[in-house]
């Protein structure tokens, strides 16, 4: 025990102060120590509120108890060792003179209706605390309490000009059952500017929906623009997918946010159907599920062959919702294999998948920038070859841009309506030809050939224009595109390729002999095994194609040091081979179709790749590029192109037009206002 | 017959929704509400079904046919991670009983903790590092990806300026009227430029997407009058 504090003494007068705290006050417990609590009307002082029970300490016979501790501040011990206490510096920081403080806290005390001189009876009740923060003297007017606030004369123009901006006088809840405030009656003066926005609003945005006059401003290209490189990736790699493929779709978005995002959601759902890939819809949210099995019974209900519809738990599976919210999507990442073994119905899917690494696509259809957090921070970590496609509404694109920017596996965002009508065009031209027969007969019989592949007379997979700006990979979607392509700067022919002065290409001139003994730049594959032939002259790129021994490429370039070659791939594509691996030749025409013939042997060999091999990096700095495929035969166009368009273009117009509206209304607005304060100022200061 | 229904009683919510604008006029003025309170309970109803079906029942089906678990875990531990589950349910229907809030909040820490817990982890690893890790990284070809450098740049100039205009750094002077520097001033100025900026462009965000989704019920009602 400490031979300077007497804690037993200090025990006994700690019982004694409260002892008299407690008859002074008429209270016991806590409160005995708390100062009197001012009398507002309608409000009951410390006797109306519950009491606390009090815990007696546990005595055990025999034995002294435990000491208590002492307080901190003004007690014996404070006062003994002579150390300054908190309390001290507080008690000395609240009694500062007034003339020591700034203005700003200055003139905060004299608004708040506080006396320059101190209180000269602070609560002597505080125990230990006596001079902490005395309360200000409340100034009590008629009127309640809200009226009882001092406002400067600023402050009550301000007040007033809040009122007129909310278009009404301010309710307190409490006066209103605490419900939320209506809005003022139509008939009230000062509804009139909310309600005139409101109808110039409406009425433009109705304009197109009754006449076709008024239709203003362009449509959105047919095509993600050159600079949405994200985009267009986003589109290659759902056209990437096949008839084996599972893709996981979330729909993260209730009934509010359905007039934005479900025309993106319903071409989504259509891309994947028609390429009889299989989507696994899951939610965080239950209403979406249900919105999601509504989409795709809209789409069903557009093919007219009943036979031909989608079955639940076949072609596509709705799985349990995922409660929680981030918990939710949590649990579908680290157990993705038991989520995915129940439908939304509770019945068995009969899917068996391990983990999340076992798929390759997530498409995610959000409203709001905390559900693209929650998937980029607890499912991306955990799917190592899992890339996340983001379709957003405009409210949550910047944050999605943000991401799809900087991480590697997020792409995107593809957002709003306009890109909904772009990917819809996209769709459109991809699939249109397959519908009415197969058009890859009807294209190899009429292709348009380049002038310098009629005159070598070789097949029309050697003579695809090879895309150098990866903005116009993009153009290729279609087999249609790739086979009219007409040659132009960007193939680089090299000097072995036809003669310049070849004839236009007519029929008489297609087989001249000296045209089929042309000779090409080939490499051929030298390497004892398989080669990756990559997008860029970098091993840390992606994998385009495989090669192998023996394969022959026509050369279309090097890089700047000669350890790459760029080649021409059979499908149309380009790459990078290094160096070391090939070796120059010089074959002619017919040399080379017959070694990439046999290089695309196998037909699916240098698709299967460009499916599944994913090559992700960490950075940003190189952009990337997915190629999209020609429709297989086997896809189901009818289902990406059955939809009804009829509002497609009177709402983009609308958009428009209503963008235009929400601009007047708000320069107009700000210009009234700014106004009103003008007058206001200067009717005050006269 | 059903379809046209639907359509009908939808036209009808949507207009409404719409007698919102109209304000506090007797009648009219509660149609706004009904169509809420009718969102609100239809929303309710649904989450239950939907909980039901997706949550609860594949725990019931496991339980009356042991053989068909539908977890990797097995029926035994299926019952027993449901049975907690209805524990930790049954003892959050406590909360109006005050003398056992107690057990509430018990059960509400386990659920805010693990929260917690997850939502650090994701967002250091999901958010902060790499969204970190990408904005720091220089390209390797400056010339050629000038515009990443820039990106970067600016994320950087942004962010730090936007924080100084918080001024976390600024300690209170006693001096009546002590001002920063110039120089503090101005990153300041750029700071609450980047701010102003960015939350201008959520605004106008949030303008579009009301504006789409106006310009979706417009044209519905516009189909159904047609």
Not at chain 1, 285 to 313: E, F, G, M, Q
Not at chain 2, 202 to 207: E, N
Request: charged share 20%; with cysteine; aromatic share 8%.
């Amino acid at each position: 025990m400490n031979e300077e504090f007497n804690w037993l003494e200090y025990s006994e007068s700690v019982e004694e102060t409260a002892t008299e705290a407690e008859e002074s006050s008429g209270r016991r417990g806590f409160r005995r120590f708390l100062p009197d609590r001012p009398k507002l009307p309608g409000l009951p002082g410390w006797a109306g509120l519950p009491r606390r029970p009090r815990l007696s300490r546990p005595r055990i016979p025999g034995l002294p108890g435990l000491p208590r501790l002492p307080r901190l501040g003004r007690g014996r011990g404070a006062s003994e060792s002579a150390q300054p206490s908190a309390s001290d510096l507080l008690g000395g920081q609240a009694n500062r003179p007034v003339e020591e403080l700034d203005d700003r806290l200055r003139a905060l005390r004299e608004r708040s209706g506080v006396s320059a001189a101190p209180d000269p009876a602070p609560n002597q009740s505080l125990f230990d605390v006596d001079e902490v923060l005395v309360s200000p003297a409340f100034q009590r007017k008629p009127g309640g309490v809200i009226s009882a606030v001092a406002l400067s004369k600023a402050q009550q123009q301000q007040v007033e000009m809040l009122k007129d901006i909310v278009g009404g006088p301010l309710q307190s809840q409490a006066g209103n059952g605490g419900r939320l405030p209506r809005p003022a009656s139509v008939f009230s003066l000062s509804a009139a500017p909310r309600l005139l926005g409101t109808a110039l609003l409406v009425l433009m945005a109705s304009l197109p929906f009754v006449s076709s006059d008024f239709a203003e401003g362009e449509l959105p290209p047919a095509d993600f623009h050159d600079d949405r490189h994200s985009a267009t990736s986003f589109y290659n790699l759902l056209d990437n997918i096949s008839g084996d493929d599972y893709v996981l779709v979330a729909f993260e978005y209730g009934p509010a946010a359905a007039g934005e995002l479900d025309l993106l959601a319903e071409l989504l759902l259509r891309h994947i159907f028609a390429q009889r890939a299989r989507p696994l819809i899951v939610s965080s949210n239950p209403i979406a599920v249900v919105h999601a099995r509504n989409i795709i019974r809209d789409i069903n209900r557009s093919i007219p062959d009943a036979d031909a519809r989608l079955t639940a738990d076949k072609d596509y599976y709705v799985l349990r919702y995922l409660p929680g919210g981030a918990l939710g999507i949590r649990e579908l990442s680290e157990n993705f294999a038991d989520v995915a073994r129940v439908s939304a119905r509770g019945q068995r899917t009969g899917l068996d998948f391990i983990s999340l690494q076992d798929l390759k696509l997530a498409v995610l259809i959000t409203e709001n920038s905390e559900d693209l957090r929650h998937w980029a921070e607890q499912v991306l970590p955990k799917g190592r070859n899992l890339a996340l496609l983001v379709a957003t509404g405009y409210a949550a694109q910047p944050l999605a841009q943000v991401y799809a920017d900087s991480l590697e596996k997020v792409f995107g965002p593809v957002y709003g309506i306009r890109d909904a009508y772009t990917y819809g065009e996209k769709l459109q031209a991809n699939f249109s030809g397959l519908l009415p027969s197969p058009p890859k007969q009807a294209l190899a019989v009429e292709p348009e050939p380049a002038p310098d592949a009629l005159a070598d007379g070789a097949a029309s997979d050697i003579a695809p224009a090879p895309q150098v700006e990866p903005s116009r990979e993009a153009e290729s979607t279609t087999l249609a595109l790739v086979a009219t392509l007409p040659a132009t700067a960007t193939s680089q022919p090299t000097a072995t390729t036809a003669p310049t002065d070849t004839p236009a290409p007519t029929a008489t001139n297609t087989a001249t002999p000296t045209a089929t003994e042309a000779t090409l730049l080939a490499v051929e594959i030298t390497a004892p095994q398989r080669v990756n032939l990559r997008r860029r002259p970098t091993t840390v790129d992606d994998i385009l194609a495989l090669g192998y021994p023996g394969d022959l490429y026509e050369v279309l370039g090097a890089n700047g040091d000669g350890s790459w070659y760029q080649i021409a791939l059979s499908n149309g594509l380009d790459a990078w081979v290094a160096a070391f691996l090939v070796e120059e030749r010089q074959v002619t025409a017919s040399e080379l179709a017959g070694g990439q013939a046999n290089a695309s042997a196998s037909p699916q060999r240098e698709r299967a790749v460009m499916r599944l091999g994913f090559n992700f990096r960490l950075g940003k700095n190189q952009p990337r590029y997915y190629q999209a495929l020609t429709p297989e035969t086997g896809d189901r166009p009818e289902l990406a192109l059955l939809r009804d368009r009829s509002l497609e273009i009177p709402r983009l117009q609308a958009m428009t037009l209503g963008t235009l509206a929400a601009v007047l209304v708000i320069v107009i607005g700000n210009l009234l206002v700014a106004l009103r304060a003008l007058l206001r100022r200067r009717s005050s200061s006269a | 017959m059903a379809e046209n229904t639907i359509a009908l009683i939808s036209f009808v919510l949507t207009l409404m929704v719409f007698s919102y604008l109209l304000g506090d006029v007797p009648l009219v003025g509660n149609l706004y509400r009904i169509a809420v309170y009718i969102f609100i309970g239809m929303t309710a109803a649904f989450t239950l079904i939907v909980s039901y079906e997706g949550l609860i029942l594949p725990y019931l089906q496991d339980i009356q046919d042991p053989a068909t678990s539908w977890t990797l875990l097995g029926n035994r531990v299926d019952i027993t991670i449901f049975f907690t589950a209805l524990l930790f349910g049954l003892l959050i229907l406590l909360k109006p009983f005050k003398s056992l809030t107690w057990l509430t909040n018990s059960v509400l820490a386990v659920v805010i903790a693990v929260g917690a817990a997850v939502g650090l982890v994701g967002a250091l690893t999901g958010t902060l590092f790499p969204l970190l890790q990408a904005t720091v990284a220089i390209p390797e070809d400056v010339t050629a990806d000038f515009s990443a450098l820039v990106d970067s740049l600016l994320i950087f100039v942004g962010a730090m300026t936007g924080l100084y205009y918080f001024h976390y750094q600024v300690r209170a002077k006693a001096e009546v009227g002590a001002e920063q520097s110039r120089v503090g001033r101005g990153l300041r100025h750029i700071g609450k430029a980047v701010l102003v900026t960015a939350l201008g462009a959520i605004y106008a965000s949030t303008i579009l997407t009301c504006l789409t989704i106006l310009t979706e019920r417009i044209g519905f009602l516009f189909q159904f009058g047609a």
